[in-house]
């Protein structure tokens, strides 16, 4: 079994900023990428970013500039910090990751349970 353990969510003032974090657990060979997607009430879930084993990333063009996505292979951990947070960045956040559970297996990928981001006015 792996699972996802997201933390971090919570309420700030527009302008504000938060940190969300993500750990991988369970039987894992190697994590291929880890990311996080959000989806806002009546929208469908959009990526915001992701982050290779290598390194390379990725963001939503609505985030570029604002948000930075790091990841701590040793740890199986990827982060998300927030800054300059939006009314419109209001959604839950979701942490995805590219996991091969053994050696001979193929890639899967897995979702965290959610967290709530709420930027108020």
């Known amino acids: 079994q792996v699972q996802l353990v997201e933390s971090g969510g919570g309420l700030v003032q527009a302008g504000g900023s938060l940190r969300l974090s993500c750990a991988a657990s369970g039987s894992i060979f190697s994590i291929n990428a880890m990311g996080w997607y959000r989806q806002a009430p009546g929208k469908q879930r959009d990526l915001v970013a992701w982050v290779r084993s290598g390194g390379n990333t990725n963001y939503a063009d609505s985030v570029k500039g604002r948000f930075t996505i790091s990841r701590a292979n040793a740890k199986n951990t990827v982060y998300l910090q927030m800054d300059s947070l939006e009314p419109e960045d209001t959604a839950v956040y979701y942490c995805?990751?590219?996991?091969?559970?053994?050696?001979?297996?193929?890639?899967?990928?897995?979702w965290g349970q959610g967290a709530q981001v709420t930027v108020s006015e």
């Open positions: 995805n990751a590219v996991i091969r559970r053994t050696d001979y297996t193929d890639l899967n990928t897995y």
